[in-house]
């Protein structure tokens, strides 16, 4: 078994781009009684949910295509699946800080001369964002935000007797879209778009 750790130089996933988080539920730490009696933008809230991310990581499909066939090589951008929690503190009735840590995890297979190959790619991206409040009309708020991190993730190979595995980290930047629509008092639905570029090498 082969490992190597902290490659300089490999750019891990630049230009991620995660589509669709629509996810669950943003849920409030207080509690008053009735229909909405407190504006959603003046909460503090915890959301949290699953998503389907489409990425385009050019580095480390030239790493997939130097091993696997011709008829295997994947395409440029690749689905994969993303966790995520956060924590929306409010600043002001416009402005709140968001703080979130989202997991983002993808394969690829394919035949080697070797035997089949397996590539696993996992990123761990905490990020502090700052959200602008575009619409709070009670029963659904709609935010846009912008925030930065220091991201860190890996790539697995297996592949024949090869097992590598490498790690990078670096910063990253998101823009998101946010809406959330109320269930009730205290439970909403989160659903947002975000886009991603990454710079981790």
Not at 2 to 15: D, E, I, K, N, S
Not at 23 to 28: E, F, K, L, M, R
Not at 159 to 183: C, H, K, M, Q
């Amino acid at each position: 078994m082969r490992t190597r750790a902290q490659v300089p130089g490999l750019a891990f996933v630049v230009g991620l781009a995660t589509l669709g988080q629509t996810v669950c539920a943003q849920t409030t730490l207080q509690s008053p009684p009735g229909a909405l009696t407190q504006p959603v933008s003046s909460r503090i809230g915890i959301n949290g949910g699953m998503g389907v991310g489409y990425v385009n990581p050019p580095d480390i499909v030239d790493v997939v295509n130097s091993v696997v066939m011709f008829s295997d090589r994947p395409p440029q951008f690749t689905a994969g699946v993303e966790f995520f929690g956060g924590v929306v503190v409010p600043v002001s009735s416009s402005l709140a800080l968001k703080v979130e840590y989202a997991y983002f995890l993808m394969s690829y297979g394919g035949a080697t001369p070797y035997g089949p190959a397996d590539f696993t790619v996992k990123v761990h991206l905490p990020t502090l964002v700052a959200q602008y409040v575009l619409m709070d009309a009670g029963l659904y708020t709609l935010k846009a935000g912008a925030g930065v991190g220091f991201h860190f993730g890996s790539l697995s190979e297996e592949y024949g007797t090869v097992i590598d595995r490498f790690t990078a980290s670096g910063p990253g930047v998101l823009l998101e879209l946010e809406a959330n629509t109320a269930f009730s008092e205290n439970l909403f639905a989160y659903l947002g778009g975000s886009i991603r570029w990454d710079f981790i090498g």
